[in-house]
């Protein structure tokens, strides 16, 4: 499964918030923004330090995108 936090760069668009004022909101570092925009792997402590800056849930910052070849092995699992 991959990870994608799409929903956490809509929300800053929607609150009108730049890179910069979410790094200095909640100290996260321009690697790990950058990782984010990559959809590569951040701690937990990171999105529980984004979510409790911004009072949101994690299911507003992140989702969860299954991926396609698992969708694969099962269908031929059940066949």
């Known amino acids: 499964m991959a990870i994608s936090y799409k929903k956490l760069f809509k929300l800053m668009i929607d609150k009108d918030m730049k890179k910069k004022d979410l790094r200095t909101l909640t100290g996260v570092s321009y690697s790990t923004l950058l990782k984010m925009e990559n959809g590569e792997y951040v701690s937990l402590d990171v999105l529980d330090r984004i979510c409790r ?4 849930q994690l299911s507003d910052i992140a989702e ?15 066949k």
């Open 53 to 56: 800056s911004l009072h949101c």
């Open 64 to 78: 969860v995108l299954p991926d396609a070849c698992s969708d694969n092995e099962t269908d031929s699992a059940t």
